[in-house]
């Protein structure tokens, strides 16, 4: 597959504006979702929905984040199916990005307008259809908006920067959605607004309206076919989709993604209960943690990319599962050490910068080449469908996170009950490590392919 032109460096930027966009209401629902509806004692909200448990385990709560996940199994491949065989004249990935920005921004609203301001089960029904009809929507923008990076990116050393571009933009949705408690503060003070709920619905719907902005801005400013040349596939989904899930590097990359998916789930949902729970500190807080992460994370940007371009993936992604796992540990004694809660929330932000750059542009590239390979071994490009299955996996990941976080709640979410909130970062620690032993069983063998290629051995 060859490009008629490079997009340039502008063009680069603007698609990554997709990526910082789509993060924005990805992650919004991870930090404020469970906070929003179940929220802690001292949070001057209302819980909008029973944090009961049936058979002792499961809260409605996290059957209608599982509930999600399971329409998901198909959504995903038949978005991905539609846009690898799309013939529209202005391409297959445009045209459904451009679709799907309204939707986002309009669903993503209504999940935090619950029908009924107090504890409801009513509430629960009304999520579940809003979560559904969400995460569809953000379907149809992600799966062909990753899809285009190996399109656009033709050799190892493009698809590096591509995903650098895409993991700049993506962590800067994660410190944007970050902010939400702290623009609630803004509004709340300025408007002098009746209640927090109310803040909290001001700040998430400037945040979203923001985040769809950005989200149209390659839909309608990158000319696909201009820079890139596409085939549409000629076989069925069954065979293609056995295609896509007999290939073993991708298998062992796909699990490894889901499980740090929820870790990071796990640090998202949390991160307002580790401050106002753990740390007695202001929730608002929340945004400058995850800024100093983000800014730290840059530093380590060209290291990565020197080192992956010669040497390959595979140590990097270990390492970085590694010393999350080991940050995610640390929570456990959040509030225990002698050291003022200062301290202990920005030593957490600081370490955890180095697996947040590492986990954030290199999961790009390797899928971005492992569908590449694919494509020169089968003669059919089938980018959608390796990037449904990915983003299957990060929903995935995203609502086990979701699910584990708010069944720990039972055992404690509150000042002096809180051994829920601890025990999610033991559980984290633990999904890391299990995550680096995963990837230690895959082959880089994409990596010296790609050299072969690209230097022509």
Known sequence: MF??????????????????????MYNIISVMLIYFYLPPSNARMIELVPNVSFFGVITGLSLVLAFGRLTDAITDPLVAFFSDQSKNKKGRRIPYMRMAVFPTLLFGILIFLPIR?????????????????????????IVPFNAL????????????????YVSVGFVGGIVLSSQTPLLADIFELTFQLPTRSLAMQFSIGTIAILAAICMAVP???????????ATPISIPLHTALKQTLSNRNFILFIFTETLYFVALSIIASGMLYFLSVLLNLSEALGGAVMGLMVIVSLIFYPLIIAYSKANGYKLLVISGLLTLGVCMGGVYFMGKLPFSPYVQIFSFSIIASYPLAVLGVLPHAIIAEIAHLDSKNTG???EGLYYAVRNFATKLGQTLGLFIFALLTILGKDPENDLGIRLSGIIGMGLCFLAAFLFSRYRDQSFVLSLREEYQI
């Not at 399109?151 to 590096?160: D, G, M, N, Q, V």
């Not at 839909?219 to 820079?227: D, L, P, V």
């Open 3 to 24: 490009m008629k032109e490079k997009l340039p460096r502008l063009g680069q930027v603007k698609y990554a504006f997709g990526a910082l966009g789509y993060s924005v």
């Open 117 to 141: 301001n107090e504890t409801s089960d009513h509430n629960l029904i009304w999520l579940a259809v809003t979560l559904f009809l969400f995460y569809l929507s953000l379907t149809i923008y």
């Open 149 to 164: 990076l190996p399109e656009l990116a033709r050799t190892r050393k493009e698809k590096i920067y591509y995903a650098a």
């Open 219 to 229: 839909s309608w400013s990158i000319n696909e076919k201009k820079y890139c040349v």
């Open 380 to 382: 059919e490009q089938k």
